[in-house]
């Protein structure tokens, strides 16, 4: 089965950007459509970005479309998130997750296979 290892959180700053990935081990990447969701303090999980295992369907939540931006590499078992024009409330613990030959990119029950999560702190 897949593993996940997310990384490159950290402390960023309101309106700046930061870059987020997640390696793949153990499965073949490329079956997998994959997901990055965020927990914030007191906060249920939810959502963030989906991606197919083509990359040729792609789901944003509202709150972060047109200033985050998903993508993979297959060749390097590797997903992506680009976060721009960061904004307090992106203040979260980031997960990526893989789902196999499925692709209910947004259904969080749909995703088997999660990493450990990687902290984003947004200050002003």
């Known amino acids: 089965h897949v593993q996940l290892q997310a990384s490159g959180g950290g402390l960023g700053q309101a309106g700046g950007s930061l870059r987020l990935s997640c390696v793949a081990s153990?499965?073949?990447?490329?079956?997998?459509?994959m997901g990055w969701f965020r927990q914030a303090p007191g906060k249920e999980r939810e959502f963030v970005a989906g991606i197919t295992w083509s990359g040729g369907s792609i789901s944003y939540s509202n709150s972060v479309k047109d200033r985050f931006t998903i993508t993979r590499d297959n060749a390097k078992s590797t997903l992506y998130l680009q976060m721009n024009l960061l904004n307090i409330e992106d203040t979260a613990v980031y997960y990526c997750?893989?789902?196999?030959?499925?692709?209910?990119?947004?259904?969080?029950?749909?995703?088997?296979?999660w990493g450990q999560g990687t902290q984003v702190t947004v200050s002003s």
């Open positions: 153990g499965g073949t990447f490329s079956n997998y459509a």
């Open positions: 997750a893989a789902q196999y030959g499925t692709n209910w990119l947004e259904d969080e029950s749909k995703y088997g296979y």
